[in-house]
Protein backbone atom coordinates (compact mmCIF):
# COMPACT_ATOMS: atom_id res chain seq x y z
CA UNK A 1 0.00 0.00 0.00
CA UNK A 2 1.49 3.57 -0.63
CA UNK A 3 1.38 5.81 1.85
CA UNK A 4 0.58 9.46 1.06
CA UNK A 5 2.47 12.09 3.54
CA UNK A 6 2.18 15.75 3.83
CA UNK A 7 4.60 17.27 5.63
CA UNK A 8 4.16 20.58 7.28
CA UNK A 9 7.00 22.39 8.47
CA UNK A 10 9.38 25.73 7.64
CA UNK A 11 11.42 25.27 4.81
CA UNK A 12 14.43 23.73 5.97
CA UNK A 13 12.75 21.43 8.07
CA UNK A 14 10.96 20.47 5.41
CA UNK A 15 14.13 19.64 2.93
CA UNK A 16 14.93 17.21 6.01
CA UNK A 17 11.89 15.54 6.15
CA UNK A 18 11.43 14.71 2.54
CA UNK A 19 15.36 13.47 2.58
CA UNK A 20 14.17 11.03 4.31
CA UNK A 21 10.54 10.34 3.23
CA UNK A 22 11.99 9.44 -0.31
CA UNK A 23 13.90 6.69 1.06
CA UNK A 24 10.65 4.75 2.41
CA UNK A 25 9.73 2.27 -0.66
CA UNK A 26 6.38 2.67 0.20
CA UNK A 27 5.70 6.38 1.06
CA UNK A 28 4.61 8.97 -1.48
CA UNK A 29 5.18 12.08 0.37
CA UNK A 30 3.37 15.30 -1.19
CA UNK A 31 4.71 18.82 -1.94
CA UNK A 32 5.24 20.52 1.94
CA UNK A 33 3.55 22.97 3.16
CA UNK A 34 4.98 26.17 5.32
CA UNK A 35 2.15 26.89 7.77
CA UNK A 36 -0.75 25.86 9.55
CA UNK A 37 -3.09 28.15 7.03
CA UNK A 38 -2.08 26.60 4.36
CA UNK A 39 -2.14 22.82 5.89
CA UNK A 40 -5.86 23.49 6.82
CA UNK A 41 -6.64 25.06 3.43
CA UNK A 42 -5.15 21.96 1.52
CA UNK A 43 -6.82 19.40 3.53
CA UNK A 44 -10.34 21.19 3.67
CA UNK A 45 -10.02 21.10 -0.77
CA UNK A 46 -8.90 17.50 -0.27
CA UNK A 47 -11.61 16.67 1.86
CA UNK A 48 -13.99 18.19 -0.12
CA UNK A 49 -13.67 15.97 -2.50
CA UNK A 50 -13.57 13.39 -0.87
CA UNK A 51 -12.30 11.16 2.05
CA UNK A 52 -9.75 8.78 -0.45
CA UNK A 53 -8.02 12.07 -1.64
CA UNK A 54 -7.13 12.48 2.20
CA UNK A 55 -3.42 11.72 2.55
CA UNK A 56 -2.78 8.90 4.99
CA UNK A 57 -0.02 10.76 6.80
CA UNK A 58 0.08 14.53 8.40
CA UNK A 59 3.90 14.82 9.67
CA UNK A 60 3.45 18.76 11.75
CA UNK A 61 6.60 20.11 12.82
CA UNK A 62 7.40 22.07 16.53
CA UNK A 63 8.36 24.86 14.31
CA UNK A 64 4.93 25.46 12.49
CA UNK A 65 3.50 28.66 12.80
CA UNK A 66 1.42 30.86 13.43
CA UNK A 67 -1.03 28.80 14.98
CA UNK A 68 1.62 26.54 17.75
CA UNK A 69 1.48 23.03 16.37
CA UNK A 70 -0.21 20.96 19.34
CA UNK A 71 -3.51 23.65 19.01
CA UNK A 72 -2.70 22.77 14.95
CA UNK A 73 -3.06 18.97 15.89
CA UNK A 74 -6.16 19.08 18.10
CA UNK A 75 -7.70 21.10 15.37
CA UNK A 76 -6.79 18.50 12.58
CA UNK A 77 -8.01 15.58 14.82
CA UNK A 78 -11.58 17.21 15.23
CA UNK A 79 -11.84 18.16 11.84
CA UNK A 80 -10.08 15.63 9.55
CA UNK A 81 -10.33 12.33 11.86
CA UNK A 82 -9.00 9.83 9.13
CA UNK A 83 -5.76 11.23 8.86
CA UNK A 84 -3.23 10.31 11.29
CA UNK A 85 -0.97 13.03 12.63
CA UNK A 86 2.42 12.44 13.61
CA UNK A 87 4.19 15.60 15.79
CA UNK A 88 8.24 15.96 15.06
CA UNK A 89 9.58 17.93 18.11
CA UNK A 90 13.00 17.65 19.63
CA UNK A 91 11.36 17.75 23.13
CA UNK A 92 11.47 14.20 24.27
CA UNK A 93 10.11 14.84 28.23
CA UNK A 94 7.10 13.09 29.15
CA UNK A 95 4.75 16.26 29.58
CA UNK A 96 5.29 17.25 25.88
CA UNK A 97 4.50 13.30 24.96
CA UNK A 98 1.58 13.27 27.20
CA UNK A 99 0.32 16.79 25.74
CA UNK A 100 0.79 15.61 22.10
CA UNK A 101 -1.68 12.36 23.07
CA UNK A 102 -3.88 14.55 24.58
CA UNK A 103 -4.15 16.23 21.37
CA UNK A 104 -5.00 13.19 19.09
CA UNK A 105 -1.19 12.76 17.68
CA UNK A 106 -0.79 9.31 16.54
CA UNK A 107 2.38 9.40 17.63
CA UNK A 108 5.97 11.54 18.22
CA UNK A 109 9.31 11.56 16.03
CA UNK A 110 11.76 13.34 17.47
CA UNK A 111 15.02 15.56 16.19
CA UNK A 112 17.42 14.76 15.42
CA UNK A 113 15.60 12.74 12.59
CA UNK A 114 16.36 9.28 12.18
CA UNK A 115 15.28 6.88 9.14
CA UNK A 116 13.92 3.70 11.43
CA UNK A 117 12.18 6.02 13.96
CA UNK A 118 10.63 8.25 11.11
CA UNK A 119 9.64 5.00 9.15
CA UNK A 120 8.38 3.04 12.19
CA UNK A 121 5.67 6.16 13.14
CA UNK A 122 4.92 6.81 9.66
CA UNK A 123 3.35 3.03 8.81
CA UNK A 124 1.98 2.76 12.78
CA UNK A 125 0.04 6.24 11.65
CA UNK A 126 -0.85 5.11 7.99
CA UNK A 127 -2.09 1.64 9.83
CA UNK A 128 -4.32 3.63 11.78
CA UNK A 129 -5.41 5.85 9.29
CA UNK A 130 -6.46 2.80 7.19
CA UNK A 131 -8.24 1.21 9.36
CA UNK A 132 -10.18 4.53 10.38
CA UNK A 133 -11.27 5.05 6.86
CA UNK A 134 -12.84 1.44 6.39
CA UNK A 135 -14.59 1.95 9.52
CA UNK A 136 -15.97 5.53 8.31
CA UNK A 137 -16.55 4.00 4.95
CA UNK A 138 -18.63 1.06 6.40
CA UNK A 139 -21.44 3.69 7.44
CA UNK A 140 -23.91 5.67 6.03
CA UNK A 141 -22.25 8.62 4.26
CA UNK A 142 -23.07 11.14 6.61
CA UNK A 143 -20.86 9.62 9.22
CA UNK A 144 -17.49 12.10 8.05
CA UNK A 145 -18.41 15.31 7.19
CA UNK A 146 -14.73 16.59 6.26
CA UNK A 147 -14.12 19.47 8.58
CA UNK A 148 -17.64 18.49 10.64
CA UNK A 149 -19.74 21.19 11.65
CA UNK A 150 -19.80 24.45 9.71
CA UNK A 151 -17.87 27.63 11.62
CA UNK A 152 -18.78 31.52 10.39
CA UNK A 153 -17.10 34.52 12.29
CA UNK A 154 -18.95 37.63 11.74
CA UNK A 155 -16.52 40.50 12.75
CA UNK A 156 -16.96 44.13 12.44
CA UNK A 157 -15.01 46.86 10.19
CA UNK A 158 -15.62 49.39 13.30
CA UNK A 159 -17.75 49.37 16.23
CA UNK A 160 -22.03 49.71 14.80
CA UNK A 161 -21.62 48.12 11.64
CA UNK A 162 -24.45 45.49 12.88
CA UNK A 163 -22.18 42.45 13.66
CA UNK A 164 -24.15 41.20 16.69
CA UNK A 165 -27.32 41.65 14.92
CA UNK A 166 -26.01 39.71 11.76
CA UNK A 167 -24.56 36.67 13.67
CA UNK A 168 -28.02 35.94 15.40
CA UNK A 169 -30.05 36.23 12.53
CA UNK A 170 -27.94 34.02 10.41
CA UNK A 171 -28.14 31.41 13.64
CA UNK A 172 -31.95 32.05 13.97
CA UNK A 173 -31.95 30.97 10.30
CA UNK A 174 -29.83 27.51 10.64
CA UNK A 175 -31.90 26.61 13.16
CA UNK A 176 -35.16 27.10 11.51
CA UNK A 177 -33.88 25.07 8.86
CA UNK A 178 -33.40 22.13 11.68
CA UNK A 179 -30.02 22.45 11.93
CA UNK A 180 -28.15 22.25 15.41
CA UNK A 181 -26.41 25.81 15.86
CA UNK A 182 -24.19 27.05 18.43
CA UNK A 183 -23.94 30.81 18.68
CA UNK A 184 -20.32 31.81 20.44
CA UNK A 185 -20.10 35.61 21.47
CA UNK A 186 -16.34 36.03 21.06
CA UNK A 187 -16.75 40.31 22.02
CA UNK A 188 -15.46 39.32 24.81
CA UNK A 189 -15.13 42.78 26.53
CA UNK A 190 -18.73 44.28 25.30
CA UNK A 191 -20.63 40.94 23.85
CA UNK A 192 -24.43 41.95 23.55
CA UNK A 193 -25.93 38.40 22.40
CA UNK A 194 -26.88 38.40 25.81
CA UNK A 195 -29.24 41.44 25.40
CA UNK A 196 -30.41 40.75 21.34
CA UNK A 197 -31.99 37.67 22.39
CA UNK A 198 -33.20 38.68 26.32
CA UNK A 199 -31.15 36.12 28.19
CA UNK A 200 -29.70 36.61 31.61
CA UNK A 201 -27.34 33.84 32.38
CA UNK A 202 -24.27 34.05 34.87
CA UNK A 203 -22.12 30.98 32.80
CA UNK A 204 -19.77 32.21 29.97
CA UNK A 205 -16.69 31.46 27.93
CA UNK A 206 -14.31 32.31 30.72
CA UNK A 207 -15.50 29.73 32.84
CA UNK A 208 -14.15 27.37 30.60
CA UNK A 209 -10.33 28.67 30.54
CA UNK A 210 -8.95 26.73 32.93
CA UNK A 211 -10.19 23.45 31.50
CA UNK A 212 -8.29 21.46 29.71
CA UNK A 213 -10.12 18.82 28.49
CA UNK A 214 -13.61 20.50 27.46
CA UNK A 215 -16.24 17.30 27.48
CA UNK A 216 -19.36 17.16 26.48
CA UNK A 217 -20.87 17.78 30.17
CA UNK A 218 -18.23 20.74 30.89
CA UNK A 219 -19.74 22.00 27.61
CA UNK A 220 -23.20 21.55 28.96
CA UNK A 221 -22.83 23.44 31.98
CA UNK A 222 -21.21 26.44 30.62
CA UNK A 223 -23.72 26.39 27.09
CA UNK A 224 -27.27 28.52 27.90
CA UNK A 225 -30.40 26.30 25.81
CA UNK A 226 -32.15 29.51 24.28
CA UNK A 227 -36.04 28.87 23.36
CA UNK A 228 -35.46 29.66 20.02
CA UNK A 229 -33.10 26.31 19.87
CA UNK A 230 -29.67 27.78 19.82
CA UNK A 231 -26.86 26.47 21.77
CA UNK A 232 -25.58 30.30 23.46
CA UNK A 233 -22.20 30.69 24.97
CA UNK A 234 -21.74 33.77 26.10
CA UNK A 235 -19.14 36.88 26.48
CA UNK A 236 -18.09 37.18 30.22
CA UNK A 237 -20.51 39.72 32.15
CA UNK A 238 -17.24 41.38 33.42
CA UNK A 239 -14.90 42.52 30.36
CA UNK A 240 -11.53 42.31 32.41
CA UNK A 241 -12.37 38.66 32.45
CA UNK A 242 -12.04 38.43 28.35
CA UNK A 243 -8.31 38.74 28.90
CA UNK A 244 -8.62 35.01 30.43
CA UNK A 245 -9.95 33.87 26.83
CA UNK A 246 -6.67 32.49 24.73
CA UNK A 247 -6.55 31.55 21.31
CA UNK A 248 -5.91 28.22 22.82
CA UNK A 249 -9.09 28.39 24.39
CA UNK A 250 -10.99 29.82 21.55
CA UNK A 251 -9.34 26.69 19.38
CA UNK A 252 -10.96 24.18 22.08
CA UNK A 253 -14.33 25.64 22.66
CA UNK A 254 -14.88 25.95 18.75
CA UNK A 255 -13.35 22.80 18.40
CA UNK A 256 -15.72 21.19 20.92
CA UNK A 257 -18.88 23.05 19.52
CA UNK A 258 -18.27 22.30 15.80
CA UNK A 259 -17.94 18.61 17.05
CA UNK A 260 -21.24 18.96 18.58
CA UNK A 261 -23.79 21.00 16.42
CA UNK A 262 -24.09 21.43 12.50
CA UNK A 263 -23.31 25.27 12.54
CA UNK A 264 -21.45 27.17 14.90
CA UNK A 265 -21.54 31.26 14.49
CA UNK A 266 -19.15 33.26 16.22
CA UNK A 267 -19.70 37.01 16.92
CA UNK A 268 -15.81 38.71 16.86
CA UNK A 269 -17.05 42.14 17.39
CA UNK A 270 -14.52 44.59 16.12
CA UNK A 271 -11.55 44.36 18.39
CA UNK A 272 -8.86 41.93 17.00
CA UNK A 273 -6.99 39.61 19.40
CA UNK A 274 -5.68 36.61 20.34
CA UNK A 275 -9.17 34.65 20.67
CA UNK A 276 -10.55 36.45 17.43
CA UNK A 277 -7.62 35.34 15.70
CA UNK A 278 -7.85 31.96 16.39
CA UNK A 279 -11.33 31.63 15.64
CA UNK A 280 -11.12 33.63 11.98
CA UNK A 281 -8.38 31.40 10.98
CA UNK A 282 -10.28 28.03 11.95
CA UNK A 283 -13.67 29.25 10.49
CA UNK A 284 -15.03 27.81 6.85
CA UNK A 285 -16.41 31.08 6.28
CA UNK A 286 -15.17 34.73 7.72
CA UNK A 287 -17.99 37.80 7.08
CA UNK A 288 -16.77 40.91 7.42
CA UNK A 289 -19.28 43.85 8.65
CA UNK A 290 -19.09 47.10 6.68
CA UNK A 291 -21.48 50.03 6.23
CA UNK A 292 -21.48 51.61 3.07
CA UNK A 293 -19.23 54.72 4.44
CA UNK A 294 -15.34 55.80 3.72
CA UNK A 295 -14.77 55.15 7.43
CA UNK A 296 -16.23 52.05 7.38
CA UNK A 297 -14.52 50.81 4.12
CA UNK A 298 -10.83 51.89 5.35
CA UNK A 299 -11.86 50.02 8.60
CA UNK A 300 -12.54 46.64 6.68
CA UNK A 301 -9.47 47.70 3.99
CA UNK A 302 -7.04 48.08 7.67
CA UNK A 303 -8.65 44.61 8.92
CA UNK A 304 -8.25 42.50 5.84
CA UNK A 305 -4.47 43.55 5.49
CA UNK A 306 -4.31 42.95 9.61
CA UNK A 307 -5.40 39.21 8.80
CA UNK A 308 -3.16 39.00 5.73
CA UNK A 309 -0.20 40.13 7.51
CA UNK A 310 -0.86 37.76 10.64
CA UNK A 311 -1.58 34.64 8.26
CA UNK A 312 -5.05 34.17 9.63
CA UNK A 313 -6.99 34.69 6.11
CA UNK A 314 -6.40 35.68 2.92
CA UNK A 315 -8.32 38.74 1.50
CA UNK A 316 -10.01 36.70 -1.44
CA UNK A 317 -11.06 33.82 1.45
CA UNK A 318 -13.35 36.89 2.69
CA UNK A 319 -16.79 37.87 2.27
CA UNK A 320 -17.73 41.45 3.01
CA UNK A 321 -20.97 42.06 3.58
CA UNK A 322 -22.39 45.20 3.19
CA UNK A 323 -25.16 46.59 5.79
CA UNK A 324 -27.58 49.54 5.70
CA UNK A 325 -27.21 49.40 2.01
CA UNK A 326 -29.21 52.16 -0.50
CA UNK A 327 -29.73 52.70 -3.52
CA UNK A 328 -28.63 56.22 -3.31
CA UNK A 329 -25.29 55.79 -2.18
CA UNK A 330 -22.40 56.65 -3.80
CA UNK A 331 -20.19 53.53 -2.14
CA UNK A 332 -21.82 50.19 -3.58
CA UNK A 333 -20.82 46.78 -3.38
CA UNK A 334 -18.76 46.65 -6.32
CA UNK A 335 -16.22 49.40 -4.77
CA UNK A 336 -16.56 47.95 -0.99
CA UNK A 337 -15.26 44.43 -3.17
CA UNK A 338 -12.64 46.70 -5.25
CA UNK A 339 -11.13 48.50 -2.00
CA UNK A 340 -10.71 45.63 0.18
CA UNK A 341 -9.82 43.15 -2.24
CA UNK A 342 -12.95 40.65 -0.23
CA UNK A 343 -15.03 38.63 -2.10
CA UNK A 344 -18.57 40.68 -1.50
CA UNK A 345 -22.23 38.98 -0.46
CA UNK A 346 -24.49 39.09 -3.42
CA UNK A 347 -26.87 39.85 -0.78
CA UNK A 348 -26.55 43.62 0.70
CA UNK A 349 -28.25 44.09 3.89
CA UNK A 350 -30.89 47.37 3.38
CA UNK A 351 -31.04 50.38 5.91
CA UNK A 352 -34.39 49.72 7.38
CA UNK A 353 -33.80 50.81 11.75
CA UNK A 354 -37.31 51.41 12.02
CA UNK A 355 -38.22 47.75 10.91
CA UNK A 356 -35.25 46.92 14.11
CA UNK A 357 -36.00 49.44 16.71
CA UNK A 358 -39.04 47.69 18.53
CA UNK A 359 -37.27 44.19 19.09
CA UNK A 360 -33.79 45.86 19.62
CA UNK A 361 -35.12 48.14 21.97
CA UNK A 362 -37.21 45.05 23.78
CA UNK A 363 -33.95 42.69 23.57
CA UNK A 364 -36.34 40.25 21.66
CA UNK A 365 -34.51 39.88 18.02
CA UNK A 366 -35.99 36.34 17.85
CA UNK A 367 -39.21 38.05 17.07
CA UNK A 368 -38.49 40.46 14.20
CA UNK A 369 -41.34 40.48 11.65
CA UNK A 370 -40.95 37.85 8.46
CA UNK A 371 -42.04 41.04 6.41
CA UNK A 372 -38.94 43.04 7.47
CA UNK A 373 -36.79 43.50 4.56
CA UNK A 374 -33.81 43.26 6.82
CA UNK A 375 -34.65 39.68 7.81
CA UNK A 376 -35.67 38.73 4.35
CA UNK A 377 -32.26 39.97 3.74
CA UNK A 378 -30.11 38.55 6.20
CA UNK A 379 -32.30 34.84 5.92
CA UNK A 380 -31.16 34.78 2.18
CA UNK A 381 -27.62 35.35 2.83
CA UNK A 382 -27.73 32.31 5.44
CA UNK A 383 -29.22 30.56 1.91
CA UNK A 384 -25.99 31.90 0.17
CA UNK A 385 -23.28 30.36 3.04
CA UNK A 386 -25.52 27.27 2.74
CA UNK A 387 -26.75 27.26 6.08
CA UNK A 388 -30.35 26.29 5.30
CA UNK A 389 -31.24 22.48 4.20
CA UNK A 390 -34.61 21.48 3.25
CA UNK A 391 -36.37 18.18 4.31
CA UNK A 392 -36.06 15.50 1.61
CA UNK A 393 -39.59 13.98 0.41
CA UNK A 394 -40.78 11.05 2.45
CA UNK A 395 -38.22 11.17 5.05
CA UNK A 396 -37.10 12.60 8.62
CA UNK A 397 -33.03 12.93 7.33
CA UNK A 398 -32.16 16.20 5.75
CA UNK A 399 -29.58 16.82 2.97
CA UNK A 400 -27.99 19.95 1.90
CA UNK A 401 -29.91 22.40 -0.36
CA UNK A 402 -29.12 22.53 -4.06
CA UNK A 403 -29.15 25.83 -5.23
CA UNK A 404 -32.74 25.58 -6.21
CA UNK A 405 -33.53 24.24 -3.23
CA UNK A 406 -32.02 26.69 -1.63
CA UNK A 407 -33.80 29.44 -4.25
CA UNK A 408 -36.92 27.82 -3.43
CA UNK A 409 -36.40 28.19 0.10
CA UNK A 410 -35.59 31.77 0.10
CA UNK A 411 -38.18 32.71 -2.11
CA UNK A 412 -40.66 31.17 0.85
CA UNK A 413 -39.01 32.63 3.46
CA UNK A 414 -39.20 35.94 1.96
CA UNK A 415 -42.77 35.13 0.28
CA UNK A 416 -44.32 33.98 3.31
CA UNK A 417 -46.25 37.43 3.76
CA UNK A 418 -45.35 38.71 0.19
CA UNK A 419 -47.36 35.87 -1.66
CA UNK A 420 -50.57 36.80 0.48
CA UNK A 421 -49.95 40.28 -0.81
CA UNK A 422 -49.66 39.10 -4.63
CA UNK A 423 -52.56 36.92 -4.36
CA UNK A 424 -54.77 40.66 -3.03
CA UNK A 425 -52.90 42.35 -5.57
CA UNK A 426 -54.49 39.98 -8.01
CA UNK A 427 -57.72 40.39 -7.56
CA UNK A 428 -57.81 43.41 -7.27
CA UNK A 429 -56.27 44.32 -10.77
CA UNK A 430 -59.83 44.16 -12.19
CA UNK A 431 -60.68 47.15 -10.18
CA UNK A 432 -57.92 48.96 -10.39
CA UNK A 433 -58.26 48.13 -14.28
CA UNK A 434 -61.97 49.58 -13.96
CA UNK A 435 -60.93 52.79 -12.03
CA UNK A 436 -58.43 53.45 -14.04
CA UNK A 437 -60.54 53.23 -17.48
CA UNK A 438 -63.21 55.66 -15.87
CA UNK A 439 -61.12 57.98 -15.13
CA UNK A 440 -59.52 58.30 -18.42
CA UNK A 441 -63.17 58.34 -19.97
CA UNK A 442 -63.74 61.42 -17.75
CA UNK A 443 -60.82 63.08 -19.26
CA UNK A 444 -61.98 61.98 -22.85
CA UNK A 445 -65.49 63.92 -22.02
CA UNK A 446 -63.75 66.89 -20.32
CA UNK A 447 -61.40 67.07 -23.79
CA UNK A 448 -64.29 66.76 -26.25
CA UNK A 449 -66.31 69.42 -23.99
CA UNK A 450 -63.40 71.65 -24.35
CA UNK A 451 -63.06 71.23 -28.05
CA UNK A 452 -66.61 71.80 -28.53
CA UNK A 453 -66.70 74.74 -26.67
CA UNK A 454 -63.69 76.01 -28.86
CA UNK A 455 -64.94 74.94 -32.22
CA UNK A 456 -68.21 77.05 -31.45
CA UNK A 457 -66.91 79.95 -30.58
CA UNK A 458 -64.75 80.06 -33.90
CA UNK A 459 -67.75 78.77 -36.11
CA UNK A 460 -69.76 82.02 -34.54
CA UNK A 461 -67.54 84.75 -35.19
CA UNK A 462 -66.74 83.43 -38.96
CA UNK A 463 -69.86 83.09 -39.60
CA UNK A 464 -70.90 86.64 -37.93
CA UNK A 465 -68.36 88.47 -40.58
CA UNK A 466 -69.99 86.23 -43.39
CA UNK A 467 -73.23 87.14 -42.90
CA UNK A 468 -72.52 90.81 -42.97
CA UNK A 469 -71.41 90.64 -46.63
CA UNK A 470 -73.96 88.49 -47.57
CA UNK A 471 -71.48 85.99 -47.99
CA UNK A 472 -72.51 82.03 -47.24
CA UNK A 473 -72.84 81.99 -43.58
CA UNK A 474 -73.15 78.58 -42.94
CA UNK A 475 -70.49 77.21 -45.30
CA UNK A 476 -67.93 79.99 -43.96
CA UNK A 477 -69.52 78.49 -40.23
CA UNK A 478 -68.55 74.61 -40.82
CA UNK A 479 -64.98 75.31 -41.95
CA UNK A 480 -63.76 77.58 -39.03
CA UNK A 481 -65.81 75.20 -36.49
CA UNK A 482 -63.84 71.82 -38.33
CA UNK A 483 -60.31 73.51 -38.62
CA UNK A 484 -58.81 73.12 -34.98
CA UNK A 485 -60.51 70.12 -33.91
CA UNK A 486 -58.66 66.57 -34.42
CA UNK A 487 -58.80 64.16 -36.74
CA UNK A 488 -60.75 61.99 -34.65
CA UNK A 489 -63.41 64.56 -33.92
CA UNK A 490 -63.90 65.84 -37.58
CA UNK A 491 -67.16 64.56 -38.24
CA UNK A 492 -68.96 67.04 -35.49
CA UNK A 493 -71.84 68.74 -36.37
CA UNK A 494 -71.71 72.35 -36.65
CA UNK A 495 -74.79 74.39 -37.24
CA UNK A 496 -74.91 78.36 -37.57
CA UNK A 497 -78.08 80.47 -37.43
CA UNK A 498 -78.79 83.97 -36.53
CA UNK A 499 -80.50 84.76 -33.07
CA UNK A 500 -81.73 88.26 -32.67
CA UNK A 501 -78.54 90.41 -32.57
CA UNK A 502 -76.45 87.31 -32.14
CA UNK A 503 -75.39 85.09 -34.46
CA UNK A 504 -75.13 81.44 -32.17
CA UNK A 505 -73.34 78.55 -33.28
CA UNK A 506 -74.01 74.62 -31.80
CA UNK A 507 -71.15 72.10 -32.18
CA UNK A 508 -72.13 68.61 -31.30
CA UNK A 509 -69.26 66.17 -31.10
CA UNK A 510 -68.97 62.52 -30.47
CA UNK A 511 -67.39 61.37 -27.28
CA UNK A 512 -64.84 58.75 -28.06
CA UNK A 513 -64.83 55.22 -25.82
CA UNK A 514 -61.01 54.91 -24.31
CA UNK A 515 -59.22 55.90 -27.91
CA UNK A 516 -59.83 58.50 -30.04
CA UNK A 517 -61.87 57.08 -33.29
CA UNK A 518 -63.62 54.49 -31.31
CA UNK A 519 -67.61 56.05 -31.51
CA UNK A 520 -69.85 54.29 -28.72
CA UNK A 521 -72.80 56.83 -29.66
CA UNK A 522 -72.02 59.63 -26.64
CA UNK A 523 -72.30 62.96 -27.31
CA UNK A 524 -71.61 66.70 -25.91
CA UNK A 525 -72.84 69.84 -26.86
CA UNK A 526 -70.85 73.40 -27.38
CA UNK A 527 -72.40 76.73 -28.08
CA UNK A 528 -70.82 79.78 -28.64
CA UNK A 529 -72.61 83.44 -29.96
CA UNK A 530 -71.04 86.14 -31.82
CA UNK A 531 -72.91 90.17 -32.37
CA UNK A 532 -73.72 90.82 -35.62
CA UNK A 533 -72.58 93.36 -37.14
CA UNK A 534 -74.39 96.67 -38.41
CA UNK A 535 -77.47 95.55 -35.32
CA UNK A 536 -77.83 98.09 -32.26
Same mark, same amino acid.
Given at each position: ??????????????????????????????????????????????????????????????????????????????????????????????????????? #? &?? /?? %???? *????? $? @???? +? =???????????????????????????????? #? &?? /?? %???? *????? $? @???? +? =????????????????????????????????? &????????????????????????????????????????????????????????????????????????????????????????????????????????????????????????????????????????????????????????????????????????????????????????????????????????????????????????????????????????????????????????????????????????????????????????????????????????????????????????????????????????
Amino acid at each position: MTIRILPAADPDSARALTTLLTQLADAEPAQPVPDSTALLDTLAQLAAESLDELPEVVLVHERIGPVPALDLIRDLVLRFPAVGVVLVTADTSTGVLTAAMDS #G &AR /GI %VTLP *LGYDA $L @AERV +R =AAAAWSTGMRRHLSSGTPELYAGAGGTVITVT #G &AK /GG %VGAT *LTAVQ $L @ALAA +R =ASGRTVALLDLDLQSGDVSSYLDVQFRRSIADL &AGITDINARVLQDAVYAHDSGIALLLAPAEGERGEEVTDRVARQVLGALRSRHDVVLVDCGSQMNSATAAAVEVADHALLLVTPDVIAVRAAKRMVRLWDRLQIRKAEETVTVVNRHTRGTEIQPGLVEKVTGTKVAKTPIPAAFKELQSVVDAGRLQDLDNRSTVKQALWQLAAELDLVTVPEGGGGRRRKSSPSDRGALSLRRRGGDRGSVTVEFAGMFPMVLAVMAILWECVLYGYTYSLAGNAADEAARAATAAYAVDDDYQAQCATAGAKNLPAAWKGADIVCAPDGTLMKATVTAQVPLFFPGVDPGWQVTGTAGAALEGDS
